[in-house]
């Protein structure tokens, strides 16, 4: 096991990359993840709110009442310097003045001069509290036009603006045991295994499989057959115990062992591996230097997560993006991710599609680097004869 033992020297010299590449991807993905868990829908801000009633109208006391249903009611002197420096220093978020008459001209032809507001800027507190007053003020006129008195017209506005509706996010079948936390880590993952795996197993590969090295191994007494299955074995435990730390990473960031879909996650990330290494074999199999890995490696992890959705929503990609990432295996493997957290239907036969397409892109590259090692070293053996005979001459 001369060769085995070999290759984990040489791996031990540049697992500390890897590490690096693991220990950023825990440390980053995880509140990554847990910030995309959050539940995506609007809720109401409590703003403080100070109202000055000049009308002194049931009307006025009414709209006062309103805004301290839906927002936080704070006293304060009528000063303009006392309102301008409360505003500056944020003690309150908005001061509304219901200037006089607002009583009689609630229902006329002339509702300008309703109110008079203060505020720093115009922010989304602005748009928010003015936006309440105008649907409130909307409200009560349709219910004066429709026959109700004043005073019912604007307790019956308030009711009918303060009713909320109640909203169920429907997801698909099966998607309970997937969490948008989880989704998120799975996506991450695919940048993490790339990079990983080409940075930590392409320098070993390359130091074993250079000509030197190869040629002096066949004229010993190691068996070709044996040296591959050596060099074989090696990539298989340093791989599978890559994606078994990873695969305990997920484990503690989903908050337990994985069920019900969550499995197909799993099986998802274990054939990308194998995608991974069938890659970093073919960048092998063009004997490129250390610099040169280092920058496929970028552009590889990079490029292919940017545009098959890693980073950015495959939802938010353009048609155009999405065509051209159909090529590239990480599209796929977001696609059986989007599919488990339920941004697409769940379908069985889709996902098993998805990941025979992904099962072939590992076929079809290791059958590439297979062809081009072939070349190479039936190039380099046919080379070697010549240069001996040129050098008898």
């Known amino acids: 096991m001369q060769v085995f033992k070999l290759f984990m020297k040489v791996l031990k010299k540049n697992i500390f990359t890897s590490m690096i590449y693991i220990i950023v991807f825990i440390a980053i993905s995880i509140p990554m993840a847990k910030s995309a868990s959050t539940e995506k829908t609007f809720k109401d801000t409590s703003l403080k709110i100070v109202v000055f009633d000049?009308?002194?109208?049931?009307?006025?006391?009414?709209?006062?009442?309103?805004?301290?249903?839906?927002?936080?009611?704070?006293?304060?002197?009528?000063?303009?310097?006392?309102?301008?420096?409360?505003?500056?220093?944020?003690?309150?978020?908005y001061v509304l003045t219901i200037n006089e008459g607002y009583g009689e001209k609630l229902l006329s032809d002339d509702t300008?001069?309703?109110?008079?507001?203060?505020?720093?800027?115009?922010?989304?507190?602005?748009?928010?509290?003015?936006?309440?007053?105008d649907t409130y003020v909307s409200a009560v006129r349709a219910y004066s036009a429709g026959g109700a008195e004043l005073t019912d017209a604007c307790e019956m506005?308030?009711?009918?603006?303060?009713?909320?509706?109640e909203v169920t996010i429907a997801r698909s079948k099966g998607s309970e045991n997937f969490s948008e936390s989880t989704a998120?880590?799975?996506?991450?993952?695919?940048?993490?295994?790339?990079?990983?795996?080409?940075?930590?197993?392409?320098?070993?590969?390359?130091?074993?499989?250079?000509?030197?090295?190869?040629?002096?191994?066949n004229c010993s007494c190691i068996k070709p057959t044996s040296y591959?299955?050596?060099?074989?074995?090696?990539?298989?435990?340093f791989i599978g115990a890559l994606w078994l730390a990873l695969m305990v990473v997920s484990v503690v960031q989903n908050g337990g062992m994985f069920s019900g879909i969550a499995w197909y996650a799993v099986l998802n990330t274990f054939i990308y591996?194998?995608?991974?290494?069938?890659?970093?074999?073919?960048?092998?199999?063009f004997d490129p230097s250390?610099?040169?890995?280092?920058?496929?490696?970028?552009?590889?992890?990079?490029?292919?997560?940017?545009?098959?959705?890693?980073f950015i929503p495959q939802s938010m990609l353009g048609s155009g993006v999405l065509a051209a990432a159909k090529f590239l295996p990480a599209y796929w493997y977001v696609k059986v991710v989007e599919m488990l957290s339920g941004a697409e239907?769940?379908?069985?036969?889709?996902?098993?599609?998805?990941?025979?397409?992904?099962?072939?892109?590992?076929?079809?590259?290791?059958?590439?680097?297979?062809v081009v090692n072939r070349i190479r070293y039936t190039s380099a053996a046919i080379k070697l004869p010549t240069l001996r005979k040129e050098a008898q001459q």
Do not use: W
């Open 273 to 285: 591996t194998i995608i991974c290494t069938a890659i970093s074999l073919l960048i092998c199999s």
């Open 184 to 217: 998120a880590h799975f996506r991450y993952l695919s940048y993490i295994l790339v990079s990983v795996i080409i940075n930590a197993l392409c320098p070993v590969l390359l130091k074993l499989n250079k000509k030197e090295f190869r040629f002096r191994t």
């Open 228 to 237: 591959t299955v050596q060099l074989f074995t090696g990539s298989a435990v």
């Open 290 to 310: 250390d610099n040169v890995v280092n920058l496929l490696t970028q552009i590889i992890g990079l490029g292919s997560s940017f545009l098959c959705g890693v």
């Open 157 to 165: 506005a308030s009711d009918a603006v303060l009713q909320q509706a």
């Open 54 to 93: 000049e009308d002194g109208t049931d009307a006025s006391r009414a709209l006062a009442g309103f805004i301290g249903k839906k927002h936080k009611l704070k006293t304060l002197e009528n000063d303009k310097d006392t309102i301008m420096q409360a505003l500056y220093f944020q003690s309150v978020d």
């Open 112 to 133: 300008s001069a309703l109110f008079s507001t203060y505020h720093m800027h115009d922010s989304y507190a602005t748009v928010m509290v003015s936006q309440l007053l």
């Open 345 to 370: 239907v769940f379908d069985g036969s889709k996902l098993a599609v998805y990941l025979l397409i992904e099962a072939g892109f590992a076929a079809a590259l290791l059958m590439m680097s297979l």
